[in-house]
Structure formats: structure tokens, C-alpha cells
């Protein structure tokens, strides 16, 4: 395949004019994301002068524990919403909590503010990525707009301090968090011009309280999901020794520059932009599992060539490294979540997702970082890759390396209430006062054993205990 074909392969969901506007949308706000994480720094410097790094840290923790206790809030109560009109909401909200950044006066105003901002961004997120598949249906498009999404984030992470520094030239530090409010309302102005695909209606069954619960308890009872979380426990250990120790570790122990820090920060993310751009045509041939286990494997061999004490450019090689390895894991994560849920349930299995992935993060990385106080940057990297490896023998066992997406099982007889249409498992008679389908009223289940491609939903509670038909 040729380089023009290549390119053509991978922006491929771009021709498609609604995954445009997302797409747009969502650089944009990651742009102003980054430019505020910038502005939030020198602020909390301003405010809290030497104290600065432990404002930062608590700022993280808040963000941490909102994306963890709200999100699958918003998953499991996000069908009773149309999407596009949610979608804009959270931006306009978060629009306008950025732009009170500014005025704060106190330190606790701040995190006031983080949590709110973080809020608001739970609820946008996992409903925004749950959208992507019902925009792009084929499995091959979509894998290629997780990897422009990867790239999107790797990107941000590497260009917003450098576009940070070029605005400040220009602009004070406050101004940045108008921009970011400014890309917030671009957002939803792109959300709003896009056309979704209609939404089936869902009645989810019980309580308020259960539909909350719901995508967690769905997620955790699925077990590719549950193997994937286990990757994701790898993920956390990798990206909090890149992200809290990198400094502390090249300037400290290698004695070098701030440039050096940042140089081999880029390293990381340009292992993980090229490992976003091959996993494309590697998961036309490849399943995703022994992708992500092998991504799993690349990070903890980066982590155990650490604790050899290697020199500033030994460094190098092995942050490129590491950064393949969570790319390998992370990109691919939306198919996994997409082919374990219905598509009336994606909000809630992507919200449960985000929140229990974000969960990892907010236990590894405060540990990481401690542990870099109290133990030599070559011990903290060893135990942190015992992690990964641990982590990843448990994702083999929970995650079974025959995983059938059509499985035989059987539905014990029931009488209900719900939202449905006439099919095959739905066959029933009526006294005429119904209505039209989809409908609801009680009816009846006969004991039936049958096959089809199996998710967790209001039908579907347990796991069966086997794949074999």
C-alpha cells in the first residue's frame, strides 16, 4: 500500500460530513483544554506561590473523583435525553464554568470550580464517544476514527504548551481560560449543526437508582470488559510513572534540563501517535485482544528497562516505548466497549468505562508519587511494571481467549413490562388498546433457549457459563 493510500485509509471516517463536525468539535475543545491546563498552572502559582504543586495535585484528585462518581450518573440516565441537545448543554456548561476561573480569589474556589468543569465533561465525554459507532456502523471506519481520536489527544498533549507560550506572548494567562471557553462554545455550535442517527427508544426497568447502576453492573458482568478494565490498571501504573515521575526522574536522577523533560515526555507520545496510526490495518487482520496484551507486554518491558539505571538517552527509547504500549491498549478500547452493548445502552457501558478507567488513574497516580518519595525512581519503575505484568495475567484470565460474540443461552419464563417491538423473542397476542409498536404493556416469556450476538441489557442479566452452542 502506498503512503497516499495509507493516508486515505486512515482519514477515511473524515469523509463522512457528521464524524467532521464531531471530529472538529473535538479538537477544538481539547486546543482550549490544554491552553486552560497552562493558565490553571500559572494561576495556582499566583495563588499559592511554592505551594503551587500540591494545589495542582489536590486540582487533579477533585477532577479524579468527579469523573469517577458522576459519570455513571450521566451513562445511566443519558437515554432519557435526546443526545444532541445534552451534548450542547455540557458544553455551554462548561463554557461558562471556565470562564468564572478567572475571578477566583482563594484556593478553594478553584477546586469548586475543577469539580463543576469536571462534572459537566463526565457527562459530555462518554455520551460523545458512545455516539462515534451509530455515526461510523463499520467496524473498519470506526477503528480509524479511534486512532484520529488517539492522535487528537497525543497531539494536544504535545502542542498546547508550545501554542500556550505563543499565546502568552500575546495575552495574559487569564485569557487563556476565555479561549477555552470560546473552543467550548465552537464546540457546541458543531454539535448543533450535526444530524445524529434517530436513537431507538429505551425503558430501561427499575429504579432510578438501578438504571444509574446499571452500566457499571452491565460492564463488570462482561467478561472482555472486565479484562479490559485489568488492562487498564496497567494503563494507570505506565502513565503515572510518565506523567508524575518524568520530572522528578530527569531532572533529579539523570541531572537533566527542563528541555530534556520535555523532549523525552515527547518521546512517549510519539510512540503512542505511531502505534495509533498502524492499529488500523493491524486490526483488520488481528483481534484486538492479543493487540492490547501485547501493548500491556511492551509497557511493562519499558518500566523493568528503567530499573536498569539506563543513561538520558537510554531514556528515550523506553518512553517511545511505553507509549506504544498504553496506544496499543487505549486506542482499540471503544471497539471492545462497542461490541459488548446494545446500541440504546452505549452511554451507559461508555460512562462505566470512563469512570472505571479514571478510577485506576486516581489510586496509581497519587501512589506513584509518594512511592518516588519514600523509594529510589529505579524501584518505583520495577514495582510499577510488576503492576502491568499482574494486571495483564489477569486480563488473559478474566478476558477468555475464545470470546464468541454469538453465545446459546436460556431465558427462564417471566411476565413483564417494557418498552418493545414484535420479533422473535417478543411474540405474543394483543387486545387491540396497545398501539402501535415500539409499545408497552405486560406480556409474557416463554422458557426459551436460543443463540444470538449477546450483550448484558434489562433481558440479558448474567453471563452464560458457556460459549459452546
Keep these: 500500500m502506498t503512503e497516499e493510500n495509507r493516508?486515505?485509509?486512515?482519514?477515511?471516517?473524515?469523509?463522512n460530513a457528521q464524524f467532521r463536525k464531531l471530529f472538529s468539535a473535538q479538537v477544538i475543545a481539547l486546543i482550549g483544554t490544554g491552553l486552560s491546563t497552562v493558565a490553571l498552572t500559572l494561576l495556582a502559582y499566583e495563588l499559592a506561590g511554592d505551594d503551587a504543586t500540591a494545589v495542582l495535585g489536590t486540582a487533579l484528585a477533585v477532577k479524579m473523583l468527579a469523573y469517577v462518581g458522576f459519570a455513571p450518573v450521566a451513562g445511566g440516565l443519558a437515554h432519557r435525553f435526546p443526545r444532541r441537545p445534552f451534548l450542547i448543554i455540557m458544553d455551554l456548561l462548561r463554557a461558562v464554568t471556565i470562564l468564572a476561573i478567572p475571578f477566583v480569589t482563594e484556593v478553594w474556589q478553584i477546586y469548586i470550580l475543577i469539580f463543576l468543569l469536571s462534572l459537566f465533561s463526565a457527562g459530555f465525554k462518554p455520551v460523545f464517544d458512545a455516539t462515534i459507532p451509530d455515526i461510523l456502523p463499520d467496524e473498519g471506519n470506526y477503528t480509524r476514527a479511534l486512532s484520529l481520536s488517539r492522535?487528537?489527544?497525543?497531539?494536544?498533549?504535545?502542542?498546547?504548551?508550545?501554542?500556550?507560550?505563543?499565546?502568552?506572548?500575546?495575552?495574559?494567562?487569564?485569557?487563556?481560560?476565555?479561549?477555552?471557553?470560546?473552543?467550548?462554545?465552537?464546540?457546541?455550535?458543531?454539535?448543533?449543526?450535526?444530524?445524529?442517527?434517530?436513537?431507538?427508544?429505551?425503558?430501561?426497568?427499575?429504579?432510578t437508582l438501578a438504571q444509574i447502576g446499571f452500566g457499571v453492573r452491565a460492564y463488570?458482568?462482561?467478561?472482555?470488559?472486565?479484562?479490559?478494565?485489568?488492562?487498564?490498571?496497567?494503563?494507570?501504573a505506565a502513565s503515572a510513572m510518565v506523567i508524575v515521575n518524568t520530572v522528578v526522574y530527569v531532572?533529579?536522577?539523570?541531572?537533566?534540563?527542563?528541555?530534556?523533560?520535555?523532549?523525552?515526555?515527547?518521546?512517549?507520545?510519539?510512540?503512542?501517535?505511531?502505534?495509533?496510526?498502524?492499529?488500523?490495518?493491524?486490526?483488520?487482520?488481528?483481534?484486538?485482544?492479543?493487540?492490547?496484551?501485547?501493548?500491556?507486554?511492551?509497557?511493562?518491558?519499558?518500566l523493568g528497562l528503567i530499573a536498569t539505571s539506563p543513561s538520558m538517552y537510554g531514556v528515550f527509547p523506553i518512553w517511545f516505548l511505553i507509549g506504544v504500549g498504553w496506544s496499543l491498549v487505549q486506542t482499540p478500547a471503544g471497539r471492545v466497549v462497542n461490541r459488548s452493548s446494545a446500541a440504546a445502552d452505549r452511554p451507559a457501558?461508555?460512562?462505566?468505562?470512563?469512570?472505571?478507567?479514571?478510577?485506576?488513574?486516581?489510586?496509581?497516580?497519587?501512589?506513584?508519587?509518594?512511592?518516588?518519595i519514600l523509594w529510589s525512581m529505579e524501584s518505583v519503575a520495577l514495582m510499577l511494571s510488576a503492576v502491568v505484568v499482574l494486571s495483564t495475567i489477569l486480563s488473559m484470565v478474566l478476558w477468555p481467549h475464545r470470546d464468541d460474540t454469538e453465545l446459546m443461552h436460556t431465558h427462564e419464563e417471566d411476565t413483564?413490562?417494557?418498552?418493545?417491538?414484535?420479533?422473535?423473542?417478543?411474540?405474543?397476542?394483543?387486545?387491540?388498546?396497545?398501539?402501535?409498536?415500539?409499545?408497552?404493556?405486560?406480556?409474557?416469556?416463554?422458557?426459551?433457549?436460543?443463540?444470538?450476538?449477546?450483550?448484558?441489557?434489562?433481558?440479558?442479566?448474567?453471563?452464560?457459563?458457556?460459549?459452546?452452542?
Design 7 to 15: 493516508k486515505r485509509v486512515l482519514l477515511d471516517p473524515l469523509r
Design 151 to 207: 492522535l487528537a489527544y497525543d497531539l494536544e498533549n504535545l502542542l498546547s504548551p508550545v501554542l500556550a507560550a505563543l499565546a502568552l506572548l500575546l495575552f495574559s494567562y487569564t485569557e487563556l481560560f476565555v479561549m477555552n471557553s470560546a473552543a467550548f462554545l465552537l464546540s457546541a455550535i458543531l454539535v448543533g449543526t450535526a444530524t445524529l442517527p434517530v436513537r431507538d427508544k429505551v425503558q430501561r426497568l427499575g429504579s
Design 220 to 236: 463488570l458482568k462482561t467478561p472482555r470488559l472486565r479484562g479490559l478494565l485489568a488492562l487498564y490498571i496497567g494503563v494507570a
Design 251 to 302: 531532572r533529579d536522577s539523570l541531572g537533566g534540563s527542563e528541555s530534556d523533560v520535555a523532549w523525552v515526555l515527547a518521546a512517549s507520545g510519539a510512540g503512542s501517535m505511531i502505534a495509533a496510526l498502524t492499529l488500523p490495518r493491524l486490526l483488520d487482520f488481528v483481534p484486538d485482544r492479543p493487540v492490547m496484551l501485547s501493548g500491556a507486554a511492551f509497557m511493562a518491558l519499558g
Design 349 to 372: 457501558y461508555f460512562s462505566a468505562q470512563f469512570a472505571l478507567s479514571h478510577a485506576c488513574w486516581l489510586v496509581l497516580y497519587p501512589v506513584a508519587g509518594q512511592l518516588a
Design 416 to 469: 413483564h413490562i417494557h418498552l418493545h417491538i414484535h420479533d422473535a423473542h417478543h411474540s405474543h397476542s394483543h387486545d387491540g388498546w396497545e398501539g402501535p409498536e415500539p409499545h408497552s404493556h405486560p406480556h409474557h416469556h416463554h422458557p426459551v433457549k436460543h443463540a444470538h450476538s449477546y450483550v448484558i441489557d434489562d433481558h440479558h442479566s448474567t453471563w452464560p457459563g458457556s460459549s459452546t452452542p
